[in-house]
């Protein structure tokens, strides 16, 4: 349940929106017709482009194993990324001919575009492009895979129209809540802090396995603001 202190006349909305910020747009890396995929004389395994269907989770870990095929030594000044949500290490490498080096990787899963909620299952699809010393061109590798929600919201935004006003009665929203995973609660917070929330938890059905499910009553703010 959001429940604000006070409220102005007029019509509000409450949105529930997530992101992803895409920085920059790149050429196409190789396909070396090995199982290899090469941008800027180095390669990884086609197979490590593509980590399959996970769980969303804020520190989701994977490796890229870069391998230098080229006669001299590239010195990667840095990994640019297409994508707020992932952290690459080491930031900076030296590879000498042949050489081969695991790049950590860690994505943050739980950001989503606004039309991605309320889906069970979203594509993620990132670039990672290899900086060498000198090159502020090139191709990237692309990262994707399938990326399952632990939770999802029935409702993108919860209009309130006319109803709130100074002095007068909490007008009331629901939104449903449905986890595909086992919880024992579930906490919910506005941002800003200009509502409350409470979760009602809904049992299911007897003797039919559904996720279990939580209802969130909703009491307007004055503004806009996610969940």
Known sequence: MFKSPWSRRGGLAVAVVGSCAIAFRLGLPADTGQ????ANGLA????????????????????????????????INEFEVSCNCIKVEPKQLLLQPGEKADVALTLDLTPRHYDEIGVAE??????IRPHRLGDRFGSAWTLQGNVKSRLVLDTRALEFGEAPYDGG???WREVMATSFVPVRTLQVKAEPALALVEVAPVAPPAKRPVPAEGRALAKPSARRFPI
């Open 35 to 38: 199982g290899m995929v090469e």
């Open 44 to 75: 990884v395994p086609a197979s490590s482009l593509d980590f399959g269907t996970v769980w969303e989770t804020s520190a989701f870990h994977w490796y890229l194993p870069i391998q230098n095929r080229t006669r001299s030594d590239i010195h």
């Open 122 to 127: 979203r594509p993620l699809r990132v670039q």
């Open 169 to 171: 009665p909490p007008a």
